[in-house]
Structure formats: C-alpha cells, structure tokens
C-alpha cells in the first residue's frame, strides 16, 4: 500500500518537472522571437536618430521624404524643397536613404 502511494508521488513530481521545462521552452521561445528582435530594433533606432545629422535624406512614419534642414534635442527641421521647411519631432524618422 506505501508502495503504490510513493509511486503515484514520484510519477506526480516527473509530470511536474516536464510541466516546468515545457514553461520554461515556451517563455524561452517567447522571448528569442517576440522581445528580443523588438529590443535589438529600438536600439538600431535610437542609434540612427542620434546619428542624423544636416543633409541626411530621412522618410518620416508618414512617408515624406525630405533633406535634414537643421537638428536641435528632439526637433528636427526638414527640408522638402527650396523654402519649404517642416519641423517635426526626431521620433517621428523612420529612417535614412542612402544617397
């Protein structure tokens, strides 16, 4: 009888241990697809904007395309032809263009 109830705990704690390793794989997974690759991008991203200087080309999230005019702390001021100047923040570039 005290047999049979110590099997049904150590078969108990293996379903367990598998249970934890299963979690553990899927958080892992989790994080190596999901929030990892959404860091390493924040980072490119904060790179590129504190590396934009006077004369980068720049798309801004909504799709304009423009010259860098001026760039201040979070301003920036772009340059979409001769005279016509917009000043947006620097969060609102989504990236250079390669000239």
Same mark, same amino acid.
Do not use: C
């Given at each position: 009888?005290?047999?049979?109830i110590?099997?049904?705990?150590?078969?108990?704690?293996?379903?367990? *241990?598998?249970q934890? @390793?299963?979690w /553990?794989g899927?958080?892992g &997974?989790?994080?190596?697809?999901?929030?990892?690759?959404?860091q390493?991008?924040?980072?490119?991203?904060?790179?590129?904007?504190?590396?934009?200087?006077?004369?980068d080309?720049?798309?801004?999230?909504?799709? *304009?395309?423009?010259? @860098?005019?001026? /760039?201040?702390?979070?301003? &920036?001021?772009?340059?979409?032809?001769?005279?016509?100047?917009?000043?947006?923040d620097?969060?609102?570039?989504a990236?250079t263009?390669a000239e």
């Amino acid at each position: 009888m005290k047999l049979s109830i110590l099997l049904q705990a150590a078969g108990g704690s293996q379903a367990m *241990i598998y249970q934890v @390793v299963m979690w /553990v794989g899927i958080i892992g &997974v989790f994080y190596f697809f999901m929030i990892r690759p959404q860091q390493k991008k924040q980072k490119d991203l904060k790179t590129l904007l504190n590396a934009i200087k006077k004369g980068d080309q720049v798309v801004t999230i909504g799709g *304009i395309h423009a010259r @860098v005019y001026t /760039v201040e702390e979070t301003l &920036v001021t772009l340059e979409l032809d001769k005279g016509v100047k917009l000043t947006v923040d620097k969060s609102a570039i989504a990236r250079t263009i390669a000239e």
